[in-house]
């Protein structure tokens, strides 16, 4: 039981990670109904940034704890700050212009966009995997509770992840902006005519997606403990593989699906070895797929036409 604990505990708070990633996704199909192909690669430039930032704050392997959590809190706001800025700049340039235009020309820009993010991430920190320092010792116990053993990024993930979803959740639902979002994401034109300047909220939805990816960039960089410009496109691949298991454009789902990939991914690491894990997660997509075709807790709906 202490094994199946073990794997419970790493494979919720690695999922944590892609479900942050998975809402940046989720959110903007569900107001534009395209996938931002880029969003993996901020997610990147959110760990390069936290990387960039760890010597200009004076973190170090040195730092005491109310240093090393003030730190820590500095650079996840200005990388989900970055990352969010970055974000908006995105569907400016790639999205905006191209909103009437046929569906495929917007992500064939948005893919322009991610191989230019990537090779930023090659001129930054080169095209090697990059070690970083352990700052919060990652992998260190810090409480065990039956055997079932819960470290320091397990942790972290869970403290950073939980709060940032009740706080998305709850501005989406209860704000005027978040009203204008869903009122947008239903009937743009419809929108449009009540008052609501449909770019200004398409923006805002980027900008949120942006802020999670950041703060997902973060977590990863304290988790894994490196960095590598072709990290966003193997973690933004696993987070759209999770967004679509759960139901695109489906809060719940984005989070639900990256949770049950990264209970998945641990699972099968343990049990029948890393190489057969991306296999793994993608047989059960399509398992998905076939059976389920709208997510787990997507809606159904019908192509016009």
């Known amino acids: ?22 809402l940046g996704y989720t959110l903007v199909y569900g107001i534009i109904e395209l996938i931002n192909f880029a969003h993996g690669d901020v997610f990147m430039i959110g760990s390069f940034t936290a990387f960039a930032l760890y010597s200009v704050v004076g973190l170090t392997l040195a730092t005491g704890p109310l240093g090393l959590v003030f730190g820590l809190l500095v650079i996840l706001l ?28 917007p992500l064939i820009t948005a893919v322009g966009v991610s191989f230019i993010l990537q090779n930023v991430g090659i001129l930054w920190f080169g095209s090697s995997q990059r070690g970083i320092p352990d700052l919060i010792k990652a992998q260190q116990e810090l409480f065990s509770i039956g055997g079932v053993e819960v470290s320091r990024a397990d942790l972290l993930a869970v403290v950073v992840t939980v709060p940032l979803v009740l706080l998305l959740t709850t501005f989406i639902n209860r704000s005027r902006l978040g009203k ?6 239903q009937d743009p034109e419809a929108a449009r005519l009540m008052g609501i300047n449909v770019d200004t909220t398409i923006a805002l939805t980027f900008l949120l997606g942006g ?25 933004g691949l696993i987070a759209f593989t999770a967004a679509v298991m759960g139901g695109i454009g489906n809060l719940r789902g984005a989070v639900l699906g990256g949770l049950i990939i990264g209970i ?42």
């Open 264 to 305: 998945i991914q641990q699972i099968s690491d343990n049990r029948i070895g890393n190489e057969w894990t991306p296999a793994v997660v993608f047989a059960y997509l399509v398992l998905i797929m076939v059976f389920r075709p709208q997510g787990l807790i997507g809606e159904e709906t019908r192509e016009a036409g």
């Open 1 to 22: 039981m202490a094994r199946i604990g073990n794997n419970l505990v790493a494979g919720l708070s690695n999922g944590a990670i892609w479900a942050l990633i998975a």
């Open 180 to 185: 204008a979002m869903r009122a947008t994401a």
């Open 78 to 105: 200005l990388s989900m700050l970055v990352c969010g800025s970055l974000n908006v700049m995105i569907e400016r340039v790639a999205y905006r212009p191209l909103r009437g235009a046929p569906k495929l020309a």
């Open 211 to 235: 802020l999670l990816a950041g703060a997902a960039g973060l977590i990863y960089a304290l988790y894994q403990t490196n960095v590598w410009y072709f990290q966003g496109f193997t973690a």
